[in-house]
């Protein structure tokens, strides 16, 4: 147990992770954990060995706008490991969504680390939804790059109305890349 004794609340869970950007999935595991806690957190994590394509304050200010109608929901960002986090605000229960058996080998391993850190911490997997379990950051951004101006139905496929905003306008403000000579 850490040195630091603080009691920890179990109907207080956080969603930590990079949101970059946040998708239907991720807001899925959201409202499901709002159906099964107290109080939520979602927890923007700052890695500064990462290159982000939305800034920690961008993607703070897009996930609250987004979760602005939930109940009992906050928006947070933390640098270091997520335990420590959690233990800062008295949350005892670390909320995980699972995609594919890949996510469960990583964040098996992830759970025993975070346990080995603080045992007094509880992670509560969520499988995703049949229908975002396909949705990961990297196709987001590739059809917000690749897809043509004004689909936004496309987009609205995989993420929130206020993100297709976001990535319209933060893309539309990039220098275009030139196409390879056929």
Same mark, same amino acid.
């Given at each position: 147990?850490?040195?630091?004794? /603080?009691?920890? *609340? ?7 992770? @990079? ?6 999935? =991720?807001?899925?595991?959201? &409202? %499901?954990?709002? #159906?099964?806690?107290? %109080? ?6 700052? *890695?500064? +060995? ?5 800034? =920690? ?6 996930? &609250? ?6 109940? %009992?929901?906050?928006? !947070? ?18 909320? /995980?969504?699972? &995609? ?11 759970? $025993?680390? *975070? =346990? ?12 995703? @939804? ?23 139905? #496309?987009? !609205? ?10 990535? &319209?306008?933060? $893309?539309? @403000? %990039? ?6 000579? +056929?």
């Amino acid at each position: 147990m850490p040195a630091e004794s /603080r009691s920890l *609340n179990r109907r207080h869970a956080v969603y930590a992770g @990079s949101f970059d950007p946040l998708s239907l999935g =991720h807001l899925d595991v959201i &409202r %499901r954990g709002v #159906s099964l806690f107290d %109080r939520v957190t979602v927890a923007i994590g700052i *890695n500064p +060995a990462k290159s982000p394509l939305f800034s =920690h304050q961008e993607r703070l200010s897009i996930i &609250r706008e987004v979760v602005a109608p939930l109940p %009992r929901v906050e928006v !947070a960002c933390f640098e270091g490991l997520a335990v420590n986090f959690l233990r800062s605000i008295g949350a005892g229960v670390m909320l /995980r969504g699972l &995609r594919t058996l890949t996510d469960i080998e990583s964040e098996f391993t992830m759970t $025993l680390a *975070n =346990h080995a850190l603080d045992s007094e911490i509880e992670t509560v997997f969520l499988m995703a @939804s049949e229908g975002y379990s396909h949705i990961s950051s990297s196709l987001i951004k590739q059809v917000a790059l690749l897809g043509q101006e004004g689909q936004e139905e #496309s987009l !609205a496929k995989f993420v929130p109305p206020a993100v297709i905003v976001a990535l &319209r306008n933060k $893309l539309r @403000s %990039r220098p275009s890349v030139p196409a390879s000579p +056929a």
